[in-house]
């Protein structure tokens, strides 16, 4: 949770010309850390006793609190080295340190980030709230339609090795019925399995190898396909086992409260759908007050929401929205064709036409009972992205008024 929290917080940082402390905080903690690992590790001593240039122009004040929890964090790493066991600094990010030394030093997520928001002077109106309020570490697995399950919320979205779970007879034998053969899977595993445990650290006996992996140094771009669409996404131990977890009770509150929800930007299976199967949301969106439930969707689609030979349209992303709220409820069939069922928790969606964005049939969607928007949008270094101006006034035209505006073509933006 801490990991996405920091950029939604630091892009709230109110924005000023002329306020270089400000800037200079903003600066402090979007920063990255080097690639190479020692040039990582020499720029973070660097930070933490505060000769780095990142401090200019903050004020001592500030300064030594940052630089407090930031040596906490550090103490923390230095206690748990090992000579099998170090921390890379490869390009780490720095409001995540912040948010980690936070959490621990506090014993509290919601904590930190409360810290961090009075420190960026974020508007106090503004709340982000951790889906789960915890200090433990939830993973998630994913289930794909050929029956391949991928453990790891990196190993679904950008993985650096194979990460599927073989088969139950791959961990019995090679199918003579003796179990004293390893298959080639079983023997991979086992090797894998022989590595981490050489390794020094705090994570639990017989835990799965894959959680235990460092995941800073990866890129979404190049990835090579999933074998199949995701299916179902769900949390898990650290053995594997299928948890149920509940909810942030704030979280719900705040979806009572709301006069409309909106689902963003963000990695599909491993961002949104997440948040949705925690017990509790999936009922707050269904029969809570709130009118407008809106998805941005995504201007282009990605490994999660492929394959490429198969890619998801948007008709997809609404189906796997509605599928994940519906089924934290215990409804995993779901029956779309039910008039107002899907348009519980998705009534209108804001979306891009171009090349490489999931296509939108608005006739199956109104069929949902969802209204369709396009927005315009741009080409930034070959990507498409959403014109600022343009989704304000797509958003604006949803929730700004009683009526939603309706033109020829249904669209809003230049």
């Known amino acids: ?105 506090t014993g509290s997520l919601e904590s930190a980030i409360y810290l961090l928001s009075t420190i960026c002077c974020i508007s106090p109106t ?50 003579n019925g003796n179990g004293n053969v390893c298959t080639s899977a079983q023997q991979r595993r086992l090797r894998e399995m022989e590595e981490h445990d050489r390794i020094e650290d705090a994570t639990l006996p017989g835990s799965l190898p894959t959680l235990r992996k460092q995941y800073i140094d990866f890129s979404k771009a190049g990835e090579e396909d999933l074998p199949a669409r995701i299916e179902r996404i769900w949390y898990i131990n650290p053995y594997g086992h299928e948890i149920w977890p509940l909810a942030n009770p704030k979280v719900l509150e705040a979806i ?58 948007a008709t997809d992303f609404v189906r796997a929205i509605t599928r ?21 928790y998705i009534t209108h969606l804001i979306y891009l036409e171009g090349e490489g964005a999931p296509k939108v049939n608005k006739d199956e969607l109104a069929a949902l009972g969802i209204d369709c928007i396009r927005a315009y949008g741009r080409r930034v270094e070959g990507m498409l992205r959403y014109d600022e101006a343009g989704l304000t006034r797509a958003l604006e035209a949803v929730i700004g008024k009683t009526e939603m505006p309706r033109s020829r073509r249904n669209t809003s933006g230049q």
């Open 1 to 105: 949770m801490a990991t996405l929290a920091v950029g939604r917080l630091v892009r709230l940082i109110p924005g000023s010309d002329t306020d270089a402390e400000r800037a200079s905080i903003k600066g402090l903690f979007n920063h990255r850390l080097s690639p190479d690992p020692l040039q990582a590790r020499l720029q973070w001593l660097g930070i933490v006793e505060g000769r780095d240039e990142l401090w200019t122009n903050i004020s001592s004040e500030k300064r030594e609190l940052i630089r407090s929890v930031f040596n906490h964090v550090n103490l923390e790493i230095v206690k748990r080295a090992r000579p099998s066991s170090v921390f890379s600094f490869a390009k780490a990010s720095i409001g995540n340190l912040f948010l980690t030394g936070a959490r621990v030093f």
């Open 126 to 175: 503004v709340s982000a709230l951790p889906a789960i309020n915890t200090n433990f570490t939830h993973h998630i697995s994913a289930g794909l339609a050929d029956g391949t399950q991928i453990t790891g919320q990196n190993s679904i979205s950008h993985p650096s090795a194979p990460t599927s779970l073989p088969p139950d007879d791959d961990l019995l034998g090679n199918g």
């Open 256 to 313: 009572g409260r709301a006069g409309a929800v909106i689902y963003s930007i963000g990695s599909l299976y491993t961002s949104i759908v997440p948040s949705l199967v925690l017990r509790g949301v999936g009922d707050a969106l269904a029969n809570s007050g709130v009118r407008y439930k809106v998805l941005i969707l995504n201007s282009m689609v990605d490994r999660e929401t492929g394959p490429s030979f198969s890619p998801l349209t």
């Open 324 to 344: 994940a709220a519906a089924e934290n409820q215990g409804d995993f069939a779901l029956d779309e064709r039910q008039k107002g069922e899907v348009s519980r």
